[in-house]
T-cell receptor, first 114, second 116 residues
Framework: KQEVTQIPAALSVPEGENLVLNCSFTDSAIYNLQWFRQDPGKGLTSLLLIQSSQREQTSGRLNASLDKSSGRSTLYIAASQPGDSATYLCAVCSSGAGSYQLTFGKGTKLSVIP | DTGVSQDPRHKITKRGQNVTFRCDPISEHNRLYWYRQTLGQGPEFLTYFQNEAQLEKSRLLSDRFSAERPKGSFSTLEIQRTEQGDSAMYLC??????????????FGPGTRLTVL
């Protein structure tokens, strides 16, 4: 059974800092790994998707890396802004599950202090 | 707006009542998923449709839960005889057809259920 862990559970940084969020998963048989953002009481917004054959993906100030063999991914946020404050969720799509269901971590709650 | 929509956004009900939620996926998305998210946790998979066929159900989906997707368009999730443990955010997602390697799931805003 796939399990996803995110560290840290919460993170508070001053505006302008670069930061890294970590995600680990137990089964390396995956189609892809996705990072989402969730604002309080809201749905999920997709940030980046990394296919299992890829090492990283970039979108603006966000860069996500994937090391499938070690079961790890990181989300790097450059020059953080108060608007980046949200919960960031990592999810893997396991290749053993025919439904392409996502298995999520519990998230990292990010607070960027002005 | 052409994103995933869910209705209602909030539902408060008394224990033992039945509730039904609706999800409208992005047009041309043939895959539709339901997830449940409790406070402080990540979403957990409930069930999956490809077109009108329900292809997988999680063990979390007890006999009191039923989901449908008639004609492969919108989907409904019904909970019968609600219990306080059913209180959660119910999220719907959809994705395009194709191989899973590059398929992003797009999520709706969710329906917040509170069972008193």
């Amino acid at each position: 059974k796939q399990e996803v862990t995110q560290i840290p559970a919460a993170l508070s940084v001053p505006e302008g800092e670069n930061l890294v969020l970590n995600c680990s998963f137990t089964d390396s048989a995956i189609y892809n790994l996705q990072w989402f953002r969730q604002d309080p009481g809201k749905g999920l917004t997709s940030l980046l998707l990394i296919q299992s054959s890829q090492r990283e993906q970039t979108s603006g100030r966000l860069n996500a890396s994937l090391d499938k063999s070690s079961g790890r991914s990181t989300l790097y946020i450059a020059a953080s802004q108060p608007g980046d404050s949200a919960t960031y969720l990592c999810a893997v799509c396991s290749s053993g599950a025919g439904s392409y269901q996502l298995t999520f971590g519990k998230g990292t709650k990010l607070s960027v202090i002005p | 707006d052409t994103g995933v929509s869910q209705d209602p956004r909030h539902k408060i009900t008394k224990r033992g009542q039945n509730v039904t939620f609706r999800c409208d996926p992005i047009s041309e998305h043939n895959r539709l998923y339901w997830y449940r998210q409790t406070l402080g946790q990540g979403p957990e998979f409930l069930t999956y449709f490809q077109n009108e066929a329900q292809l997988e159900k999680s063990r979390l989906l007890s006999d009191r839960f039923s989901a449908e997707r008639p004609k492969g368009s919108f989907s409904t999730l019904e909970i019968q005889r609600t219990e306080q443990g059913d209180s959660a955010m119910y999220l719907c997602a959809s994705s395009l057809p194709g191989t899973a390697y590059f398929l992003t799931q797009y999520f709706g805003p969710g329906t917040r259920l509170t069972v008193l």
